[in-house]
Each structure stands twice: as structure tokens, then as C-alpha cells.
């Protein structure tokens, strides 16, 4: 038996906690339908229950509508699964329940996430952004080596010079100095930037 605390979130919402530790949230009609009272115990079982039958079942349709809203990795989901108070099996469980029909898929994201940024972007760009996303990074790499070829960097190097009007023969040496090192922290290797630069100045 577990000893019962209820803490209000809302007029509505509850937090449940047993034996002192947050457990999970219930609503006013489940804490009733549930018979969960505060300063009461509370089976194993019952609390068993609850989680199969009322958290996980609530956290699956929670997967599913913010999977509806925009598309997200793995990590993502779960992390804003947790923020809404799901336990962290809980929200594992709605993660695989997704996944498991497709719903969220970190190859198909990070496939999307690299077309449509590969214009504009370095990889170096790119790679950050994923990693702080808590992709896998071996699902990055497979992906970059799919995405890219050896023209893509060059591309988003000449798109982002006719953006800033670049003119290799009106630019100055410290203005062309300028341009190097903005690309170079956008990650563009040295090579990449010098050869799109040159061929530039071939063609004017």
C-alpha cells in the first residue's frame, strides 16, 4: 500500500503523489471514478490501474496531437511528453506507440530537416542544430552522406553571395577578408569558399 498526497494544479488537475513522490496528474471526475483520496493509501494494483489505463492512454493521444501540429524526433516528443507531467515510462511507452506506426521516425525527420536547409546551410550548421535536438548522431551522418553531394556546399556558398551582392571585382581585399570569415563560421571549409570564389572572378 502507498500513501496517498494530492497537491491542485488547477480547479481540475492534480498532481498525485505516493509516498511522497510525484506519481502522476489526474482530473477532478478520475480522482473520483478512481477513488483516490488525499491522506488515504492505495494499492499496487490500483495504481496500476491508473497508469495503464488512464496516464498511458492520455499520453498516447498527447503523442498524437503534437505529432499533428508539426513533426518531431524521438527526443523531442518525449521531452515535451515529460513537461506535461507524464512519468518517463509513460512517456517512453507513448514514444514506441508512436513509432511503432510510423508516426515519428528520426531517418525521415533528419532527411527533411537536411533538405531543406542544405541551400542556406552549412553542414557544420546543420549538424549542430540536429545534436542539440539529441539526434542520434549515426542517424546524422547516414543521412548527411545521403543528402549531400559535392556540389551542395558550392551551391549554398553562391547563394548566400548573391544575397549580399557580392561583386568580385568592386570588392576589396578586406571586404573579400569579410566574406571568407562569415563563411568560415558558418562552417564552409577553406577549399569550398575559395573555390566559389574564384570561379566568381572567372565569370565576371
Not at 52 to 77: H, P, V, Y
Not at 82 to 93: M, S
Amino acid at each position: 500500500m502507498r500513501r496517498v498526497r494530492i497537491e491542485p494544479v488547477t480547479k481540475t488537475r492534480f498532481r498525485i503523489y505516493l509516498d511522497g513522490q510525484f506519481a502522476f496528474v489526474l482530473y477532478k471526475s478520475e480522482l473520483v471514478s478512481c477513488k483516490v483520496k488525499d491522506g488515504e493509501e492505495i494499492s499496487d494494483e490500483q495504481v496500476e490501474v491508473i497508469l495503464k489505463g488512464i496516464i498511458l492512454k492520455r499520453a498516447k493521444q498527447k503523442a498524437l496531437s503534437l505529432l499533428q501540429s508539426m513533426d518531431r524526433t524521438k527526443s523531442e516528443l518525449r521531452e515535451r511528453l515529460l513537461r506535461q507531467d507524464f512519468p518517463e515510462k509513460i512517456a517512453d511507452e507513448a514514444v514506441r506507440y508512436v513509432e511503432s506506426f510510423g508516426y515519428v521516425d528520426d531517418r525521415r525527420y533528419v532527411e527533411s530537416f537536411i533538405l531543406s536547409r542544405k541551400g542556406r546551410k552549412s553542414k557544420r550548421e546543420i549538424f549542430a542544430e540536429l545534436s542539440r535536438k539529441q539526434v542520434d548522431e549515426a542517424i546524422v551522418d547516414e543521412m548527411m552522406e545521403r543528402c549531400y553531394d559535392a556540389e551542395d556546399s558550392g551551391e549554398a556558398i553562391r547563394r548566400f553571395l548573391k544575397k549580399r551582392h557580392y561583386d568580385p571585382e568592386q570588392a576589396t581585399m578586406e571586404e573579400k577578408q569579410k566574406v571568407y570569415a562569415y563563411l568560415a563560421r558558418k562552417g564552409f571549409s577553406y577549399r569550398e569558399i575559395k573555390e566559389v570564389m574564384d570561379l566568381a572572378a572567372m565569370e565576371e
